[in-house]
């Protein structure tokens, strides 16, 4: 019996066989997957397809192909060679994406097409059989499918613009000592929300509030030390740590987190908004002040406004705008002093602007050097990159560990440095340097531990001076394992660069878990 068509006993049409892709996001009711397929076993009802495979991604955005496994799963069985089908129907042309490059829409109708398979937009008014109007009229549905993405986005920014000028929280968590109040339409408390939780009636509304009594005073404490007793953010974390005092996400306290208790407006009260910008996920940006959206005084501080001016001026103070001049004047200064010169060095003098000022203003501090006429060892540049990956590994696995937790998993890191998520996954998270090459080129160096055999190695690859996160690779043992070492390039091809995310967000997906019902 041929394996892409049946005959049917007493029915001497032959019927084609055909897989079905559905996708829902959260934008419409009539997009349920539920009604597509319904509307899809009509259309092979009427041209004589069997629906024999079902590939599904319900909640997805249809803007990018990260986290889509249904359709992920649809286009490696494709290449594969893994069909028993010769037909793929899709509700419409929407479904199959809202791309903003409708090119990468082609490019993915395009693989099963060359394979065999054509595509069929069962609730669309062509054909979609290659002809000339057909072809103009599926750009055209493509270009209004990608532009509809971006009116609806600036529509919701507007409205999000507007909720926080009415005082209003827009998403995130609500940060050590605070928590997020539920409040109807007329302001009147609901509940508090728990981590994860979200409202459940389009009418509700988000604000913040004092949490727990102790952890505000914590907050409290934790001013008065950096104000009053001029204690430094490493000497208050290590502070806490010693009292067992853990942050709003079960973590030891850093540097960093202190930092930013220190310098986040909710603690007074203000709402702000739009800090940084991840439209149409699309890669995020940080947005100057000018850009933000605020409203002052819009929930119930827990820190006096007065302690919260003193902590601005005390940071602003120590991180002074100097002229390149003059930082390169301390930089001679300190290296007369000490006769050698490094991150951590400059980092120990507290009237010296710290490394990350040098590294920004100048690029990197190696060029710092060179200013001033200083040749540091040759691998110095080696050195200093290890020992920034070092302090930036703990911030990454923390922040890891709180996006599984968030998407409603368990996920335990274990001494080595390995991540066991819900007793099924392993983790490993490896930072990948950027290397330039004397050509100027940039390479990218992948270590796969072969010691712990992590399921999933997650690939930090930094930007050019390793200081900000450039993108990330999910690189499964099973493809990646018997190669110890990953080598890759700004662009890699389909077959590396389809591990590559912008965001964590497909990783976290794995953490969440679905109820079954019962047998």
């Known amino acids: ?26 934008e ?24 024999i495979r ?60 060359e394979a065999g398979l054509a595509v069929h937009y069962c609730a669309e008014q062509f054909e979609n059989d290659g002809s000339l109007s057909a072809t103009v009229i599926k750009s055209m549905k493509r270009a209004m499918a990608g532009e509809y993405s971006r009116e609806l986005s600036a529509k919701v920014f507007a409205g999000q613009c507007r909720l926080i000028t ?26 508090i929300l728990s981590r994860g939780e ?21 907050v409290r404490r934790l001013y008065r030390l950096f104000v009053l007793q001029q204690r430094s953010e490493t000497e208050i974390a290590a502070q806490l740590n010693a009292e067992g ?83 390169l004047a301390k930089l001679t200064q300190l290296l007369e002093r000490r006769g050698a010169l490094s991150g951590i060095v400059i980092d120990e003098f507290d009237d010296m602007p710290s490394s990350s000022v040098y590294r920004h203003r100048f690029g990197s501090l190696l060029h710092a050097y060179q200013l001033i006429g200083y040749s540091p060892g040759r691998d110095y540049r080696y050195i200093e990159t290890n020992r920034a990956i070092r302090a930036m590994h703990p911030d990454v696995m923390a922040s890891v560990l709180a996006g599984l937790v968030d998407a409603g998993g368990q996920a335990v890191s274990a001494d080595d440095g390995l991540v066991t998520i819900n007793d099924e ?28 055999r992590p399921d999933i190695t997650i690939a930090v690859r930094l930007e050019p001076g390793n200081v900000d996160v450039r993108d990330y690779y999910l690189l499964p043992w099973i493809e990646f394992g018997c190669d110890p070492s990953v080598r890759l390039a700004p662009d890699n091809g389909i077959l590396l660069d389809t591990f590559r995310f912008d965001t964590l967000e497909a990783f976290y997906d794995l953490a969440k878990r679905t109820e079954l019902a019962a047998a």
């Open 245 to 327: 005092l853990v942050t709003d996400r079960g973590q030891p306290w850093t540097r960093a987190s202190v930092h930013q208790v220190l310098t986040n407006e909710k603690y007074i009260g203000n709402n702000i908004f739009n800090r940084s910008s991840f439209k149409l996920k699309a890669k995020r940006v940080t947005n100057t002040p000018d850009m933000w959206v605020r409203k002052d005084g819009a929930f119930e501080g827990i820190v006096d406004p007065d302690f919260f001016d003193a902590a601005q001026r005390i940071i602003q103070g120590r991180s002074a705008r100097f002229t390149d001049e003059e930082l």
């Open 166 to 191: 009415l005082g209003y929280r827009q998403g995130g968590p609500a940060g050590y000592g605070l928590r997020r109040q539920l409040v109807d339409e007329h302001g009147k408390p609901k509940a």
């Open 425 to 452: 996954v392993t983790a490993s998270i490896v930072i990948a340097r950027c290397l330039e090459t004397p050509a100027g080129g940039l390479r990218w160096k992948i270590r796969i531990d072969q010691g712990l």
């Open 198 to 218: 979200h409202k459940s009636f389009q009418t509700d509304r988000v604000i913040l509030t004092p949490g727990p009594p102790e952890e505000v005073e914590v």
């Open 54 to 113: 079902t590939y599904e991604d319900a909640g997805k955005s249809g803007l990018r192909m990260d986290g889509r496994a249904g359709l992920q799963k649809l286009i490696a069985d494709v290449r594969n060679g893994l069909t028993d089908f010769n037909a793929i129907l899709v509700y419409d042309v929407s479904r199959w994406g809202r791309f903003q490059d409708s090119d990468e829409s082609a490019y993915y109708e395009f693989i099963c097409r």
């Open 1 to 26: 019996m041929d394996r892409d068509r049946v005959q049917h006993e007493g029915d001497p049409k032959r019927v084609m066989r055909a897989a079905q892709y559905v996708r829902m996001s959260t």
């Open 28 to 51: 419409h009711q009539k997009y349920s997957t539920e009604n597509q397929a319904e509307a899809i076993a009509a259309y092979a009802a009427r041209r004589g397809f069997e629906i």
